[in-house]
């Protein structure tokens, strides 16, 4: 009784914890990607013990192969991460396979998102973190905008209400391309102020470019690049907006355009982050079949040893 009540309070504390701008000498809060729901959990202890330190909060997503597993994974993720001690960042799609951005527009998936936010209240996380629609400048999730911008930028706004509607919800709404132009330029694809809170990147640690392979140009490469880290920076302090690292790591590509074992990658992030006062990082520490940035197991030590300096406590 007296741990949970323990769990129950840390909990608390940390969801009042402001993600607004932090202090340019200050870390941002500190959450990472372990892996969905149970799983991830199971992983953490391991993780916190590598790095040195607890950690503020944790990511996870909602699938989008369909309503009904987006419902089911939801409830499931949900109960894991319940009267845990992390804030909760976690990635919900606009729409999911076969359906429509203008239906979402429409309001025809409504009664979806309001169970999403309904079950995000009852379960512990009223103050989640929403990445509505991640990574939507790209073509590879069913909400990317680069066919429909009027569509997207309608679904997002629409949907926003939707969930600001529940009872008891405090949620922060991120809006979330990733690093470079993809398919879409991403400020085509602006909501507007009044639907998003945070401002983030999603930013790998890889590049097709035959300079790459020294790390000081590939780094002044991701901040020139169109949307890039300078671009971002730009952006967000136009808008008024904190910004958030929601995905990050360096690690290898099947296709060998990842670049591993990259301290540099690491220092700089850490640099850029206080200097842009980032308001929260979560360190991308899994094993995906696109991208292994897995560093507590002992693949990349020298960005292990990099990171466990730069955000030591």
Not at 99 to 119: H, R
Not at 157 to 169: D, K, N, S, T
Request: with cysteine.
């Amino acid at each position: 009784m007296v741990r949970t009540a323990m769990i129950a309070l840390a909990a608390t504390a940390l969801a009042a914890i402001p993600l607004a701008a932090t202090p340019a000498s200050a870390n941002p809060h500190e959450f990472v990607y372990k892996g969905a729901g149970c799983d991830g959990k199971g992983r953490l202890p391991r993780y916190e013990g590598v790095i040195g330190h607890k950690l503020d909060g944790v990511s996870d997503f909602f699938s989008s192969e369909s309503w009904a597993q987006m419902q089911s994974g939801a409830q499931w993720a949900l109960g894991c991460w319940q009267g845990q001690p992390y804030r909760l960042a976690v990635g919900l799609p606009l729409i999911v396979k076969g359906g429509t951005l203008s239906a979402a527009a429409a309001g025809e998936y409504d009664a979806e998102f309001q169970k999403i936010g309904a079950l995000l209240v009852a379960k512990g996380q009223p103050n989640a973190i929403i990445r509505l629609g991640w990574e939507f400048n790209g073509d590879w999730y069913p909400w990317s905008g680069n066919k429909d911008t009027v569509s997207f930028v309608g679904a997002f706004r629409h949907v926003v209400g939707v969930l600001r509607a529940v009872p008891g919800q405090r949620f922060r709404i991120v809006w979330n391309p990733s690093l470079g132009s993809g398919t879409a330029a991403p400020q085509a694809l602006w909501p507007g102020d009044d639907v998003v809170d945070l401002i983030g990147i999603d930013f790998y640690n890889q590049s097709w470019r035959a300079q790459d392979t020294d790390p000081a140009v590939r780094w002044q490469g991701y901040l020139s690049a169109n949307y890039g880290l300078d671009w971002v920076a730009t952006f967000a302090a136009a808008h008024g907006k904190a910004i958030v690292v929601p995905e990050w790591g360096t690690g290898t590509r099947p296709d060998g355009h990842g670049w591993g074992d990259d301290p540099l990658f690491i220092h700089n992030m850490a640099a850029w982050m206080r200097t842009h006062r980032v308001a929260y990082q979560s360190y991308w520490d899994f094993t995906a079949s696109d991208y292994d940035s897995t560093m507590s197991a002992g693949k990349f030590p020298q960005a292990l040893a990099a990171y466990k300096t730069e955000f030591a406590r």
